[in-house]
């Protein structure tokens, strides 16, 4: 079955513009999270959404946003881009729930590397 | 606030040996989920193996194992037989299980990037 696709992989851009980037969860699959990857601070989760709904949420400004459709696809968003943007985005899908079997297993996207100039 | 702690930034072993990676967490709960993600240069991250905290077996995938101390709060990953594909950064993660409370939210370590020789 197809896995996380995000997209685009790559993208450059200036500061003060901002950026969209999206993630097509694995079928069935109604939660997504968002985790920001940089040298400096390592992996830390941006925020998640489960049946179109935030469920979670990260230490991050309010210029990173996201949403989720109702097709489970999700989005995110950076508005007035910094330099300290700069980093590898990662999307992981899961079903959302526990189930009684044991953990709700997480599957990672290979990422989208922005760079900001 | 839950943290995790790897103390190896690099690891390295020769091909069909033993490495053993560590990682210490903190946290007040008692339900969580610890886990292993493999990130190659693909930068694709993989999950190796998890250990729920209310098993006291520990968790075991092929070549891949785990020793799970609760009350030390240690979550160390063996690696057995390394191969060359093993070479990647490899990161301990926390996630909680509290009671009513659904997250996927992964607290991640820092990493450790293990090479391997042939």
């Known amino acids: 079955k197809a896995g996380v696709t995000q997209t685009p992989r790559y993208l450059i851009k200036t500061r003060g513009q901002q950026v969209t980037l999206s993630c097509s969860p694995i079928s069935g699959h109604r939660s997504v999270s968002w985790y920001q990857q940089t040298p400096g601070q390592g992996l830390q989760f941006l925020f998640e959404?489960?049946?179109?709904?935030?469920?979670n949420k990260g230490n991050f400004p309010g210029r990173f946003s996201g949403r989720q459709f109702s097709n489970s696809r999700s989005e995110m968003n950076v508005s007035t881009l910094e330099l300290g943007d700069s980093a590898l985005y990662l999307c992981a899908s899961s079903k959302g729930l526990r189930e009684d079997s044991g953990a709700n297993v997480l599957t990672f996207g290979a990422g989208s590397r922005l760079t900001v100039l | 606030a839950q943290t995790v702690t790897q103390s190896q930034p690099e690891m390295s072993v020769q091909e069909a040996e033993t490495v053993t990676l560590s990682c210490t967490y903190d946290t007040s709960e008692s339900d969580y989920y610890l886990f292993w993600y493999k990130q190659p240069p693909s930068r694709q991250m993989i999950l190796v193996i998890r250990q729920e905290a209310y098993k006291q077996q520990n968790a075991t995938e092929n070549r891949f194992s785990v020793n799970f101390q609760k009350a030390a709060k240690s979550f160390s990953l063996k690696i057995s037989d390394s191969q060359l594909g093993d070479a990647a950064m490899y990161f301990c993660a926390y996630r909680s299980e509290r009671t009513g409370f659904n997250t996927d939210k992964l607290i991640f370590g820092t990493g450790t990037r293990l090479q391997v020789f042939p």
């Open positions: 959404y489960f049946s179109e709904t935030q469920r």
